[in-house]
Every structure is written in C-alpha cells, then in structure tokens.
C-alpha cells in the first residue's frame, strides 16, 4: 500500500508506515473524537499513502480551547519576544535538517517535482520562518501627540488571539509558513487545517514545531474536510481570526461565517486569473520563456499562475507557438523522478475540471496549439497527468479566460495596444497577479499602475519574498500576507490615553 522507492529517506518510511497520522491537540497526538479517519492517495498513481484522522466539530471545539488556554494562560503570551524569536528560528533550522523529508512527502502527497518541493517550497518554508523570526522583537505601538492638554497618548500593537487557519494543496507546506510564522512572530495562537489531499507535511511540521519548544496549543493541526472541520472553524465563537488561501467560492463562506459567528477577523487569499502580457518592443527570448515558466510552474496549480497570456499583434504568433513547443517538450512525470518537469494534478477532481475546460476552450473556438489531452504513456495512466496546453485564438470574454482553471493551461489572447491590453487585462473578476515584458520604461510603469492586481512584475514572473506583500485586488482576496503587512493581519491596536494633570 505505501510507496517504496529505493530513494525514499528512512524517515519518510517510517513516517508513512507508522500507522493512522493523529491531530494535534493541546500539544497531545489524538485521534478524532468519532474514530474516523481518511486515506491521503499519490496522485502519480492513485496509492493510498496513509490514513489520516477525520476532524469534525468536537475536535475543533477541543483545539479551539486548548488554542485559548495557551493564549490567555501563557506562557506563549507571556514569554519575552526575543524568546519567542528563538523558537521560531529553531523551527526553521529543524525543517532544513529534515529538508529532504519534506521535500519527499510533499512530492508523494501533491504530486510535485521534488527538485522544486526541495528548492521552493521547502527553502522558501525556512525563509520565511527565519524572516518572521526577526520580527517578534520589532511589534511596537507609537507615542501620539493628540490634541487634548496633559495627555500622554500611545498605542500598542497586540496579538489579535486564536487564528484558525484554513490552507489549500497547491504548496502545503509553504501555505502552512505563511500562515503560522507571522501568527506566532505576533505572539497568537493557531489551529492549522490542512487540505483533505495533502495533509502530510502540516503534521510532520507539527512535530517539529513541538520539538522546537513551541507550547503546547500554541499551534494546533487539524486534518479533515473543509465542509465539516473548516466550517466549524469559520464558525466558532472563540476564533478571533480567520485566515484563509483557497477558492473565491470557499472565501466567500468564510465571510458569511464570520459574520454570522462573532465577526472575526478575516484575511483571504484568494483565486486568480493572471494577465501576463508581452508587449512586442520586450525582449523576446526572454518574454517567451516567462509566459512559459509563468504558466507551467507547479503544473499551473498557482493562484499567481500567468493563465490569461496577453500577446502583441506582431508577435503573437512567435510567442504562442513556443509557449505551446516549450510545454511539448516537458518532462511529464512521477515528482519523484528528478528530472520530472510536470507532474500530476492533485487529484481526480482537479483532472476533470483542468481536461473539461480544455474542452470548453475548443468548444468556444479557441485552437489547441500544443499539449491538450492526457499524456498516452500507459505508465501515467493511473496517476492524475494531463499534458501542458496552450490555448490560441482565444478572446478574453471566454469562459477560459475569465474562470480559475488551475492547471497547465495558458489561453493566449491577443491585443493591439496598450489601451487595449490595459482595458483587457482589467476585465476580469480577480486581481491577484500581472506580469509585464517590455523594455520600454515609462509603459512598464503605466501598465504596472493601471494594472488591478496586487503584485505586479516587470520582465520577470512569479517571484515572492518573505519582505514583500502578497494579496489581492477585487475578488482575490482581502488584506496582504509577508512583509510587515503579515504582522498587522495577526495584531490588535490598542490606544492608551493617561491623564497627566
Ligand atoms: P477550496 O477552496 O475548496 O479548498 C481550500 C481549503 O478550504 C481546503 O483546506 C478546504 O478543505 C477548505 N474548505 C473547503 N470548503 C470549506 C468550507 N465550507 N469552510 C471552510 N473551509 C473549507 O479549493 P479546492 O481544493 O476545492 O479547489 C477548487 C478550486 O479552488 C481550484 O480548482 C482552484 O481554482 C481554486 N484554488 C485556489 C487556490 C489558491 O491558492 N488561490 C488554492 C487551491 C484551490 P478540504 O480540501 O479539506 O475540503
């Protein structure tokens, strides 16, 4: 039943051998309330992994209250920032001694090329837990000189309280980071609810976090499914915030939660429909290649994906077709497998709705200019593969150009100016990304303005850093993660004023 390559490490044998995985409650593993469990399947070929512990809302109400119990009680909340500090850089230093670990599970659980769960998602987990590890020691309010005679005035920046933290599949174990590293830097507490398709990583991390000295209930984790367990979560009465990376659909009942629960404290990170737009005076080996990287990258199973690629006139035809050869020429693949470029979707539902919007882009007119289908290797057959494709002709009132596909599948849309591109590329309900390939500085600029989006990059794509916010414009999303913008998301002002006659 569990996989068994040779290259496998011994610790993720034993990981994944070592019987039905437990939530994490209080700092105690348990199994849930109801006894029930879930199977967590490779999706390279449909093999359970292992059985998971199903959360439901008993499990949620005790999390909840150990996450409560160690915010009013201590000593998370009551330990010196610089403390705090440490435990979070220790954190990072056990995820990079376990980095090939991680790197294999999240690989085996979403499907991933290992090469990239090893350099992104696992180097960037450790990046961002050493960046918000600076911060705990840096939170502080102001002195204010209002207008009131003897009046000391100041404010003080405080943690918001027990954040439930709901993550998607895309990037399990870096959703996790951007969640808990800048809850734990601002001094809360956490519940943690994985994806029902790749919960592995969140519980090793919760075991190293354990191990790192995190108090017990400071972070909590949760399997289970969204329905049940996350709805409880965006329901609850004793959650003071909600953070959330997924679907628009899904944020939306999240928001009606919180405002029908105790209106908690809601942060969303939404879907995305990003314009990548080349312009003809960029460079044009080099914008070739972005649009391609911009949209292949985790098989297109980003919320940043550059899935709406917006060509010049002059040169539409050049850039589209090597988008569509570069996808051709990818290695399609187990994650596992080194020189894998492309491995599967996630899981079974996401493989029909990534091959029914190929269809519907045909459909609607649009031309298949590479890949489209599944691979016809019959090693693939059981896993959830389909073939990078590029969708030419297309008009950016499709239904391919306007809804979150979420596989490697681009839709090449073409325009005339920049008035034109602007007008298109802001057509759309989401505003999560952009790109911009041009050498011509001040339409660089322009365009980087107009554009409705709430990261934009110039002659490069996809980029994060822990320093820099990330968040949405329109419907994908509210408020900005990373940055010192992630810290506020995480904290309360408080304003005090003493009377000093
Ligand atoms: P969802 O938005 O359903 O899932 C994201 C997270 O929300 C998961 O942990 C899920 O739990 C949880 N969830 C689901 N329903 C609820 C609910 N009612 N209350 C609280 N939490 C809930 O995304 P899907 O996995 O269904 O993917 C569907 C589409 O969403 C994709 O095709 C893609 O377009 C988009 N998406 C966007 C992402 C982004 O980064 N912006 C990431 C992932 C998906 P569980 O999975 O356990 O049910």
Redesign the pocket.
């Known amino acids: 039943m569990v996989t068994t390559e040779a290259n496998l490490t011994q610790e993720v044998r034993d990981f994944l051998n070592d019987g039905p995985k437990k939530l994490l409650i209080g700092g105690q593993w348990v199994e849930a309330a109801s006894g029930k469990t879930f199977e967590t399947v490779d999706p390279s070929n449909g093999d359970v992994l292992a059985r998971v512990a199903e959360a439901d809302k008993e499990d949620v109400n005790r999390a909840v209250a150990a996450a409560r119990k160690a915010f009013e009680d201590g000593p998370w909340s009551t330990m010196t920032s610089a403390e705090r500090s440490q435990v979070i850089w220790k954190i990072a230093d056990l995820i990079e001694e376990h980095a090939d670990t991680f790197a294999q599970l999240e690989s085996l659980d979403n499907g991933k090329p290992v090469v990239v769960a090893r350099r992104d998602d696992v180097g960037g987990t450790i990046d961002y837990f050493r960046y918000y590890a600076g911060w705990p020691t840096k939170i502080e309010g102001h002195t204010v000189p209002v207008g009131v005679p003897q009046t000391f005035a100041y404010t003080l920046r405080q943690p918001v309280g027990v954040c439930a933290q709901?993550?998607?599949?895309?990037y399990p174990l870096m959703m996790a980071a951007w969640k808990l590293a800048p809850a734990l830097a601002a001094g809360c507490t956490c519940i943690l609810?994985?994806?029902?398709?790749t919960p592995l990583s969140a519980l090793l991390l919760g075991q190293l976090m354990l191990e790192a000295g995190l108090p017990a209930g400071v972070m909590n984790v949760l399997t289970?499914?969204?329905?049940t367990a996350?709805?409880a979560l965006?329901a609850h009465m004793q959650v003071d915030k909600i953070a959330?990376?997924?679907?628009t659909?899904?944020g939306k009942?999240?928001m009606q939660a919180a405002g029908k629960s105790n209106l908690k404290k809601v942060s969303l990170?939404?879907?995305?429909k990003s314009p990548n737009i080349v312009f003809a005076d960029a460079d044009i080996e080099v914008a070739k290649e972005g649009a391609a990287a911009g949209i292949f990258y985790n098989m297109g199973q980003d919320?940043t994906a550059g899935s709406r690629l917006f060509v010049q006139d002059r040169v539409y035809d050049e850039v589209a077709q090597y988008v569509a050869d570069a996808g051709n020429k990818m290695k399609v693949g187990r994650g596992l497998n080194e020189d894998t470029e492309i491995g599967p979707l996630v899981s079974e539902e996401?493989l029909q709705?990534v091959t029914g919007y190929m269809s519907i882009g045909q459909q609607e007119g649009a031309v298949v200019l590479g890949g489209g289908g599944r691979p016809s290797d019959s090693a693939l057959s059981r896993g959830f593969f389909v073939n990078p494709t590029v969708l030419g002709q297309a008009r950016n009132d499709m239904r391919i150009a306007q809804e979150?596909i979420?596989g490697p599948v681009v839709t090449v849309i073409p325009f005339k100016d920049v008035d034109d591109v602007i007008r298109q590329a802001n057509d759309i309900s989401y505003g999560l990304g952009a790109g911009i390939w041009t050498n011509n500085l001040q339409r660089a600029h322009r365009v980087a303005a107009a554009i409705k989006a709430g990261t934009v990059w110039v002659n490069t794509y996809g980029g994060t850093d822990p320093a820099l916010p990330f968040g949405g414009f329109k419907q994908s999303g509210i408020g900005r993660e990373m940055g010192y913008e992630g810290i506020e998301l995480y904290t309360e002002v408080k304003s005090v004023w003493v009377n000093l006659e």
Do not use: R
């Open positions: 709901i993550i998607p599949w895309n609810k994985p994806a029902e398709q289970g499914y969204g329905e996350g709805a965006a959330f990376t997924g679907s659909e899904v009942l999240i990170e939404l879907g995305g919320c996401q709705k979150e979420f």
